[in-house]
């Protein structure tokens, strides 16, 4: 009897396997953090090989913590830090370069030059996303432009092209299996996610080679199975998902209007549309949520670069806490912000502005003004952040949003919670377990196993852990007000 499936979550900064029991429970976890390589200001490189050593080997030691033998584990699903870019040798499986992560601006004045030849509207008519050295395609490019002998490789079809999933199971699968799923494809401005097909005209304008694409397959399906050398034997692997997508589907999200969001580094909200691409007209993405079946289901999608990174600002940069998760008992030694307001742009402003100059900004500092005014306009900077982009998501989707599913680590914060209900005017729900990211790729895997008979099965096994109700506090319309006055500033310096 196969007892569990594992999922393994090759993340920015970790590389982490959880196993899961038939129930959705975790039985054990596994975790090993990796190098992070920057070679130059802006520049952020992952090396391929330690992206898989970490993970192969978190692998087997979340099996041998659980004290399991690998004949009860049913299939492993994967998910992956999105956008990430790989390129290797197909006979050597050697990488020709370090892997080029997505929070790297390298490419940016290659796109700005795709922007002023005019390629903006097709690009993001095709493939829903804006032009920005974010997603993968550009960062293929470089490697190609870069590296001595790779486009000659390239055309010869010698070299093949992946994000980290795709590599992971080339990898674990002894090199037999180049393939991705559907929501990373839709990550790389190359996947036309209207025709669900790589796209010539794409690849004629990135000038990609389309001989070093994976196959694109749904996100639950059979990939291949890993090499008996590395497991004792072989074990299917049967999900795939972008880490965001996979997060959405162990939320449960599953019907059209239902949105998640996750509090890391930045924050990440996804929206189910359903299956019809519809194109933002407020400066959101729109993107491939996953694939089932035969069945494809869209969402939109805003992406908030300074969140959680903020509280470790006030860790490290400014000294005022000693640890991220003392923000919120300083924050509480104030009842309100006393009119501060702080714009944590420090990487400019993603979703719904796409300002890449934006700055940092703190404004209605007093003589009176403390640590913890700040602390607090720290926090609630994250909440009025996420406000923009589910505003923005309201308005493209035509409907009112009424509740918020929540994940990842800032989600502890009750503070920063209850204000986000009160901002949204709407319920804010935080499971559980808070570790969807894995628990999608586990769902994925195992109903293409048959480990569950379908979603109205594992939806069951999502359970709240605590519910914030909005509260009309007053004044909240003016705080609005002054945030966006606040964000015209950061804007504007």
Same mark, same amino acid.
């Given at each position: 009897m196969k007892k569990y499936i594992l999922a393994l979550d090759q993340g920015t900064t970790s590389s982490r396997a959880i196993l899961f029991d038939h129930s959705g429970r975790i039985v054990?976890?596994?975790?090993?953090?990796?190098?992070?390589?920057?070679?130059?200001?802006?520049?952020?490189?992952?090396?391929?090989?330690?992206?898989? %050593? *970490?993970q192969a080997s978190v692998a087997s030691e979340a099996r041998l913590k659980a004290g399991i033998p690998v004949s009860e584990i049913a299939a492993i699903g994967i998910t992956n830090q999105r956008e990430t870019t790989i390129v290797w040798d197909r006979e050597t499986g050697e990488p020709i370069y370090n892997a080029i992560v997505w929070q790297d601006r390298r490419t940016a004045p290659f796109c700005e030059q795709l922007k002023q030849a005019g390629h903006?509207?097709?690009?993001?008519?095709?493939?829903?996303?804006?032009?920005?050295?974010?997603?993968?395609g550009s960062k293929l490019r470089w490697i190609l432009d870069q590296v001595p002998g790779?486009?000659?490789?390239?055309?010869?079809?010698?070299?093949?092209?992946? %994000?980290?999933?795709?590599?992971?199971?080339?990898?674990?699968?002894?090199?037999?299996?180049?393939?991705?799923?559907? *929501?990373?494809?839709?990550? *790389?401005?190359?996947?036309?996610?209207?025709?669900?097909?790589?796209?010539?005209?794409?690849?004629?304008?990135?000038?990609?080679?389309?001989?070093?694409?994976?196959?694109?397959?749904?996100?639950?399906?059979?990939?291949?199975?890993?090499?008996?050398?590395?497991?004792?034997?072989?074990?299917?692997?049967?999900?795939?998902?972008?880490?965001?997508?996979?997060?959405?589907?162990?939320?449960?999200?599953?019907?059209?209007?239902?949105?998640?969001?996750?509090?890391?580094?930045?924050?990440?909200?996804?929206?189910?549309?359903? !299956?019809?691409?519809?194109?933002?007209?407020?400066?959101?993405?729109? %993107?491939?949520?996953?694939?089932?079946?035969?069945?494809?289901?869209?969402?939109?999608?805003?992406?908030?670069?300074?969140a959680g990174a903020v509280v470790q600002w006030l860790r490290d940069g400014l000294g005022i806490i000693r640890n991220s998760a003392d923000v919120e008992l300083l924050a509480n030694q104030v009842k309100d912000t006393d009119g501060v307001y702080f714009v944590p742009a420090f990487a400019g402003l993603g979703a719904p502005y796409w300002d890449p100059d934006a700055r940092g900004t703190m404004v209605g500092l007093t003589r009176g003004t403390k640590a913890a005014h700040i602390a607090r306009a720290a926090v609630e900077s994250i909440a009025f952040q996420t406000m923009d982009v589910l505003k923005a998501m309201e308005? !493209?989707?035509?409907? *009112?949003?009424?509740?918020?599913?929540?994940?990842?680590?800032?989600t502890a914060n009750n503070l920063l919670m209850q204000f986000q209900a009160d901002l949204l005017n709407c319920r804010v729900i935080r499971p559980k377990i808070t570790e969807t990211t894995a628990m999608g790729a586990a769902f994925l895997a195992g109903l293409c196993t048959g480990f569950w008979k379908d979603s109205a099965e594992i939806a069951q096994w999502w359970k709240s852990d605590r519910e914030f109700n909005p509260d009309a506090a007053p004044g909240l319309q003016s705080q609005i007000e002054s945030w966006k006055r606040a964000v015209q500033a950061a804007r504007a310096f």
């Open positions: 054990s976890v596994a975790q090993k953090e990796f190098t992070q390589i920057f070679p130059r200001p802006g520049w952020v490189e992952h090396d391929p090989l330690e992206i898989w %050593t *970490t903006a509207d097709k690009i993001r008519s095709k493939t829903g996303l804006v032009i920005d050295a974010y997603f993968s790779a486009v000659k490789k390239a055309s010869e079809g010698r070299l093949a092209f992946g %994000t980290v999933d795709s590599w992971l199971v080339w990898k674990f699968t002894g090199g037999k299996v180049h393939a991705t799923d559907i *929501t990373n494809a839709s990550r *790389t401005m190359l996947y036309n996610i209207r025709d669900q097909q790589w796209d010539p005209e794409l690849l004629k304008i990135f000038d990609v080679p389309a001989s070093v694409l994976p196959e694109v397959k749904e996100s639950s399906a059979h990939y291949g199975v890993t090499e008996s050398s590395i497991f004792s034997e072989e074990i299917p692997i049967t999900g795939m998902a972008g880490d965001q997508h996979a997060a959405l589907f162990g939320q449960m999200c599953l019907d059209k209007g239902m949105v998640k969001n996750t509090y890391g580094t930045g924050c990440f909200m996804l929206m189910n549309i359903g !299956d019809q691409f519809v194109e933002s007209k407020n400066n959101l993405l729109t %993107t491939v949520a996953w694939k089932l079946n035969g069945q494809i289901q869209y969402a939109f999608e805003g992406s908030i670069f300074i308005a !493209d989707a035509g409907l *009112t949003i009424r509740e918020l599913r929540v994940d990842g680590g800032a």
